[in-house]
Structures are given as structure tokens and as C-alpha cells.
T-cell receptor, first 111, second 113 residues
Framework: AQRVTQPEKLLSVFKGAPVELKCNYS??????LFWYVQYSRQRLQLLLR??SRESIKGFTADLNKGETSFHLKKPFAQEEDSAMYYC?????????????FGDGTTLTVKP | DTGVSQDPRHKITKRGQNVTFRCDPI?????LYWYRQTLGQGPEFLTY????????KSRLLSDRFSAERPKGSFSTLEIQRTEQGDSAMYLC???????????FGSGTRLTVV
């Protein structure tokens, strides 16, 4: 079974402060992990995926298989980062592509 | 291509009525997914297609729900005999394959009164 846990429903930081959104997962095989973001009144959109090892809008995420985590980090938060963030997991098997989502973390960056 | 389109954006229906939603994916994407989202929760998987084949349907989904993707293009999701518990945002997404992640539509918000 696939499970994604985002332990923080709400996270608030000041502009310029570092931010870390936590994501833990449970999966018996090799996972593919994603972060999605939803800005106010916009559709859910892909932010980054672990397989590409990229930095998007200053955000990075490292897959830690030992701790089964995929935390999202940014060294200096900006007000425009305020949004809902979802972590998602997809398995690398015959059902690859079906993603399981966490319940999301609402990030608020205060001026 | 304007991305993933969903129609209608909002639907209010009386309990017991049938409703149908449509999703038009990105044309190059062969995978299409339906999810449901309620307040405070993440998207919950309903079903997905690869081309015209429905590969998986959630065990949580009752027999009142059915989805089709004729010719591997657009998809429809029908809910028969709607119940108040069906009130939710219904999201459609498409992808090239699993490792690229999803492109979502704006969703259809269903309210059952």
C-alpha cells in the first residue's frame, strides 16, 4: 500500500526565512516522489519531481530512502510562495503513474 | 493546446439525480486520471486510463460511479443516483507517463442538495 503523510497542516514563516515542508511516505518498492503546488484560485500544478533533481522557484527536495522522506526546502521564503503544497508518491510497477497524495500543507509567508 | 479542460466548472444537483462530467486531456498525453478532493484532504484516486483502456478503479469507488474514455481522447465520469456524500471537487489530470507527473484541470465542483 502507498501512503503519504504531511504532518503539518499549516506552516507560517517570515519573508527571507528558510522553509521546510515535511513529507514522509510508506511504500514497499522504489517510489517516485513529486511536489505539487496550488496557488490561490489556481489549479494544482506540478512543482518538482525527485527523478529530475531540479530546483524550481528556489525549491529543492531530496529523497531520503532511509528515513522515507521527501522534504521540500527553500533557503529564503518569498511572499509569493504562499500556497497549498501537496506531496505525492507513485510506484514503479505495473500501476506506475497512479499517484497517492498527502493531505497538504498550507504555507503562509508573512512580510 | 490549452492544457486539461474540465466541464462544467460547477454542478448543483438534487440527491438521486445522475450527473456527468467531461475531461479533455492534453492531446499528447496517453494517460488520464480522475481524482476526488474534499475540503482539507488531498486528491483521492478514483480511476485511470491508458489510451482507451481503464487500467484501475479504486476499491473505494461504488458501482454508482463509471468512467469512459472512448477512442482514447476525452473522458467522462458519471455518477448515478447522487448522494450528499458525493459533494466534492472532481479533478481530472493527464500525463505522458507516470514519471513526468500530472497536468491537472481546474476541476468540477459538485454540490448535491
Amino acid at each position: 500500500a502507498q501512503r503519504v503523510t504531511q504532518p503539518e497542516k499549516l506552516l507560517s514563516v517570515f519573508k527571507g526565512a528558510p522553509v521546510e515542508l515535511k513529507c514522509n511516505y510508506s511504500y514497499s518498492g522504489s517510489p517516485e516522489l513529486f511536489w505539487y503546488v496550488q496557488y490561490s484560485r489556481q489549479r494544482l500544478q506540478l512543482l518538482l519531481r525527485h527523478i529530475s533533481r531540479e530546483s524550481i522557484k528556489g525549491f529543492t527536495a531530496d529523497l531520503n530512502k532511509g528515513e522515507t522522506s521527501f522534504h521540500l526546502k527553500k533557503p529564503f521564503a518569498q511572499e509569493e510562495d504562499s500556497a497549498m503544497y501537496y506531496c505525492a508518491l507513485s510506484g514503479q510497477n505495473t500501476n506506475a503513474g497512479k499517484s497517492t497524495f498527502g493531505d497538504g500543507t498550507t504555507l503562509t509567508v508573512k512580510p | 493546446d490549452t492544457g486539461v479542460s474540465q466541464d462544467p466548472r460547477h454542478k448543483i444537483t438534487k440527491r438521486g439525480q445522475n450527473v456527468t462530467f467531461r475531461c479533455d486531456p492534453i492531446s499528447e498525453h496517453n494517460r488520464l486520471y480522475w481524482y476526488r478532493q474534499t475540503l482539507g484532504q488531498g486528491p483521492e484516486f478514483l480511476t485511470y486510463f491508458q489510451n482507451e483502456a481503464q487500467l484501475e478503479k479504486s476499491r473505494l469507488l461504488s458501482d454508482r460511479f463509471s468512467a469512459e474514455r472512448p477512442k482514447g481522447s476525452f473522458s467522462t465520469l458519471e455518477i448515478q443516483r447522487t448522494e450528499q456524500g458525493d459533494s466534492a471537487m472532481y479533478l481530472c489530470a493527464s500525463s505522458r507517463d507516470g514519471s513526468y507527473g500530472y497536468t491537472f484541470g481546474s476541476g468540477t465542483r459538485l454540490t448535491v442538495v
